[in-house]
């Protein structure tokens, strides 16, 4: 891992925070005002396995790690797909 100046870490991490809270409001808020864990439904992120949202999950992960918030993930791969095939075709 390459060394980062405190200001640079300062930088990336604000625009973090405002990335989080302009894409996920509600998640933001969560991480806000939840004691210690903040439960995802797998299919919150990536259902369609969409690199974007791969990345999303990941900043958000980080960004519950900024407020010290343990993300658990629950649920199986297109789990709320299932049933709606016709929806989708």
Do not use: H, W
């Not at 790690?65 to 929806?87: P, W």
């Amino acid at each position: 891992m390459s060394k980062i100046s405190d200001d640079k870490l300062t930088e990336k991490e604000a625009t973090l925070l405002a990335q989080i809270e302009s894409i996920l409001p509600d998640f933001a808020k969560s991480c806000r005002t939840n004691d210690d864990v903040i439960i995802l439904y797998q299919d919150s992120f990536a259902a369609d396995y969409q690199q974007v949202e791969y990345a999303l999950l990941g900043m958000a992960i980080k960004f519950a790690g900024l407020y010290g918030i343990e993300v658990r993930i629950v649920g199986t791969n297109r789990e709320t797909l299932k049933g709606r095939t016709a929806l989708i075709q």
